[in-house]
């Protein structure tokens, strides 16, 4: 919670500034003036846990956290090996474009609310954390995912998407297999085979 330094920072939301001692007075103390709550993104969400007040939107839901957590995850639902390869670079466009972007949405946002619900000082689990609200927190990160306000900001939300598709699952080579490469491949040489066996057989 807000009383050990290390997890404050990260609970703290992107509008305000831990460093800074009076906000987390403020924080600490629950005074009006810093109330946290589920309309804040916080901190831990963000690339390097901080965010540009200018644009919000930079490096949201990038943190080293989300991904450190999203290989337990990984290796919970497929591997325990798959899940050392969650820093990997690559372009794995082709499973969001295959329909597993409404899945990776939903997962994204159920990490972010473990995250923050372990970050916390409560003892078991309630809906409403003080002045948190998980469910809202929740419907905020799916409704950033589902309904962005246009054409830009739809791009920029495939652009994560596509960013999350590479941390988790790597780099896809499949543009890079030519004819070439692929005649030299074993399905291709069957089928040469299979095709010379019918010429001699007849």
């Known amino acids: 919670g807000f009383t050990n330094d290390a997890s404050g920072k990260l609970l703290c939301p992107a509008e305000w500034c831990w460093e800074d001692p009076v906000v987390r007075a403020g924080i600490c103390d ?62 794995g466009a082709d499973v969001i474009e295959n329909n597993r972007h409404a899945q990776t949405r939903s997962d994204q946002a159920r990490v972010k ?20 609200d998980y469910q809202i927190f929740w419907d905020n990160i799916v409704e950033f995912f589902k309904d962005p306000p246009g054409p830009a900001a739809q791009a920029r939300v495939k652009a994560l998407l596509e960013w999350w598709t590479r941390k988790v699952f ?19 040489a069957l089928a040469a085979q299979r095709q010379e066996m019918e010429v001699t057989m007849f």
């Open 113 to 132: 609310i473990c995250i923050r619900f372990a970050l916390s000082n409560i003892m078991s689990w309630c809906t409403i954390d003080g002045d948190f």
């Open 30 to 91: 629950r005074t009006t003036a810093f109330i946290v709550s589920e309309n804040s993104w916080l901190s831990f969400l963000y690339e390097a846990y901080q965010a540009d007040a200018s644009n919000l939107e930079c490096g949201l839901f990038k943190s080293k956290l989300l991904l450190i957590t999203l290989q337990g995850f990984k290796a919970i639902f497929t591997s325990p090996s798959s899940a050392n390869e969650v820093d990997r670079d690559g372009n």
């Open 170 to 188: 790597g780099r896809n080579h499949w543009g890079d297999l030519t004819s070439n490469i692929v005649s030299q491949m074993s399905v291709s």
